[in-house]
């Protein structure tokens, strides 16, 4: 006996579902529903094992169905015969979608599972590299995706991140720059973007309401014809918002049409006392946007302590990635240190395998009149800096065939 939950909130089907559901023999109708929180307030009892919903019910989402399989619960949805509506109950996990035009095969749908088991993991997994590697035809055409990621104390990611996005738009390549940044985002500030609502937040939602396809570039600034930028998080406790996954997805529909380029976070440490529940990792987003990227610039500071951390971020990296195509950069190179650069690359040999180490110049007022006029580095005017990244920018353009 198949015991079934139902909310349409007074669809026109839900009388006929109701007596198709009552007449079937393996079928017992426990709860007709008000909405989505009494839904999941009655799957948690752990009586029921389907679940019948509209597939236009507002607030239904890839949350709300994940949420019901860790109660042992599987969706079927009831959509009008159009495929716009089934798309998006694929989009958002549920597998079992029934045509209004045809209520009478909900039963059937109920009882006979139309595919593999729904207990497994959230609709939303990231991206591997394997998969990366051999998309399923057809495959669409992509472009790079880079995360710029450093240790603790590592000054410049997100000088670097924008400097590198607007190099790459300078190129005239389409460029996303994203804010994945989960301690608080500072993109917008040094770009002077004024955003009332976070871009990366938007873009979270449209993937947990599965209409990420549709509605992505309403989620994105424009700073010129090649440069667009997601933001990041408004405040660092919003981090919770962004559930476990959608880095990814939104990265595999940004590398559709434009250059990627992440600008992260810097640990990858697990946090002991996560929530129990669909409460995200707060690290799990820099460990997301690490494992989607065809390519990693780890980001250190050029004395001793910086150059400790990046060591130990070399072996962090390796340990977390199976095969990381991972480029460092130095930053804040200066002669007063007294180091020249085969020094430093000494010193750093031997902590694993990369391709490269990178030099960028102590050139701070080259930063200063970019972040006072909010402006990235680019539009400032050529630098010793602008030209450092130009030549990384070179750099990764002969290595790209070679390194991946």
Not at 32 to 43: G, H, Q
Not at 73 to 98: E, F, Q, S, T
Not at 138 to 154: C, K, N, Q, S
Not at 290 to 310: I, M, N, Q, T
């Amino acid at each position: 006996m198949i015991v079934t939950l139902l909310v349409s909130t007074g669809a026109a089907w839900e009388s006929r579902a109701l007596t198709t559901l009552n007449e079937h023999p393996g079928v017992v109708v426990l709860k007709r529903c008000v909405d989505l929180d009494d839904l999941l307030a009655a799957a948690s009892a752990g009586q029921a094992q389907v679940a019948v919903v509209g597939a236009e019910l507002p607030g239904l989402d890839a949350a709300v169905v994940d949420q019901l399989r860790q109660y042992g619960v599987r969706a079927v949805a009831v959509a009008a015969d159009d495929d716009v509506a089934r798309a998006r109950a694929h989009r958002i996990g549920i597998d079992a979608v029934v045509a209004v035009d045809r209520i009478e095969e909900l039963a059937t749908s109920v009882v006979h599972e139309p595919g593999p088991a729904l207990t497994g993991p959230p609709t939303m997994p990231p991206v591997t590299a394997d998969q990366r590697a051999t998309p399923a035809p057809p495959a669409p055409r992509t472009g790079r995706v880079i995360a710029v990621w450093g240790p603790g104390g590592a000054p410049g990611r997100t000088t670097l991140a924008t400097a590198l996005a607007a190099e790459l738009a300078r190129r005239r390549l389409t460029t996303l720059l994203v804010d994945a940044d989960p301690y608080g985002g500072a993109v917008a500030q040094q770009l002077g973007v004024l955003d009332e609502v976070s871009g990366l937040l938007s873009a979270a939602r449209l993937v947990a309401a599965g209409s990420i396809d549709e509605r992505f570039p309403t989620v994105q600034r424009q700073l010129s014809d090649h440069l667009r930028v997601i933001t990041g998080l408004p405040r660092p406790d919003r981090w919770v918002e962004v559930r476990p996954g959608a880095l990814g997805v939104i990265v595999e529909q940004a590398r559709r049409e434009a250059q990627v380029v992440l600008d992260t976070g810097f640990s990858l440490e697990q946090d002991p006392v996560t929530d129990i529940g669909t409460r995200p990792e707060r690290n799990g987003l820099t460990v997301e946007a690490l494992e989607a990227a065809d390519e990693v610039l780890l980001v250190g500071s050029a004395d001793p302590v910086g150059l400790a951390r990046l060591a130990r971020a070399v072996a962090e990296a390796h340990e977390l990635l199976p095969a990381p195509v991972l480029r460092l950069v130095v930053n804040r190179m200066r002669p007063t240190l007294g180091w020249r650069e085969s020094d430093v690359e000494s010193m750093l040999a031997g902590f694993g395998p990369t391709v490269g180490v990178h030099f960028l110049p102590d050139d701070q007022p080259a930063v200063d009149r970019a972040l006072v006029a909010g402006r990235t580095l680019v539009e400032s005017g050529e630098s010793p800096l602008t030209r450092a990244v130009a030549g990384l920018v070179d750099a990764m353009a002969g290595a790209r065939t070679a390194t991946r």
